[in-house]
């Protein structure tokens, strides 16, 4: 089988299409012919080992999240069948409950991830989707979305009514949108770039701050909730964004920690985040019981994903080129 892999050294420039012996499942693993993949910002930090010993070893297979069509089954599978479309779990051992005890390896490092023809993976570790998505559709559901629901439904308990401050406009934050507006939410969106914001407001955005030209964009978000601050802030850019973020947030409000695009060091002026009662809480994806439940809402209203580009399997570096650009409107996706 065809399989992309990292191989000699952590670098762009040894990701290497090339050739692995088909798998096999055993007993209580499935066989996925792999449909589509999508690209995650932690997809480019791999290739370069940024996780440190966290990455894994060389060769390895990249990219965390995928779907495919179950081959075959081993002996004693009962969650799933021949022919079911299923997605591959980022963690695979993270059935249930908080994450604490329940961390494991993640696919795409350090584990062999989903740019290959074939894998095989526990019947534990993937989770059947709704037909109305298509692969690419599919593909970007394990990590973007599931850390997004994460934040907002699983950890935060979001109701309607409450305001949402999401920032930028990649996979996390337009999944954040969307499920806001499914629970009555209002949502405001911060990027550099007004047609981005244009566009997030076709998909339901109550207001768009173009942070270049309005750089205190803290003040439009304390006016945007009356002035009492923003119950839920997705916090993805890091360095530069969150003193801002701690500037409108409700007292008592939540700040979902997810990224760092920024840079990951902040100056934090710990008295008032004391005063204000801010709960800050750092956001890794979820469990394959938040997933289904993710999945159940996603089919019961229809949803889609925002699906920027679809690249052919063969094109693998050419997305992770067009990811790190910053050109995108959601997800960037490839199929076979």
Known sequence: MKVFQLQDEWTIDHLTLTERPDPAP???QVLLQMKAASLNFRDSLVVQRGYGSMTGELPLIPLSDG?????????GVTRVGV??????TFIQVWISGPPSGARGPALGGPLDGVMAEKMVLSEEGVVALPDHLSDAEAATL?????????????????KSGQSVLVQGTGGVALFALQFAKLAGARVMIISSSDE???????????LGVNYKTTPDW???????????GIDHILELGGTDTMSQSTRCILRGGRINIIGVLSGDRV?????????????FEGISVGSRNGMEAMIRAIGQHGLRPVVDTVFPFDDLRQALDHMTSGAHFGKVCLEH
């Open 218 to 228: 803290w003040k439009p978000g304390l006016e945007f909730s009356g002035g009492a």
């Open 67 to 75: 779907v495919g069509t179950v081959l075959a089954v081993g002996e």
């Open 26 to 28: 055993g007993p209580g």
């Open 267 to 279: 100056d934090l002026r710990l008295g008032a985040a004391i005063a204000r009662s801010i709960r």
């Open 196 to 206: 981005k914001l244009e566009r997030a407001k076709e998909l339901g955005a109550d």
């Open 83 to 88: 022919g079911d479309r299923v997605c591959p």
């Open 142 to 158: 394990p990590c973007a979305a599931l850390t997004a629901w994460s934040s907002l439904v699983t950890r935060g308990g979001i």
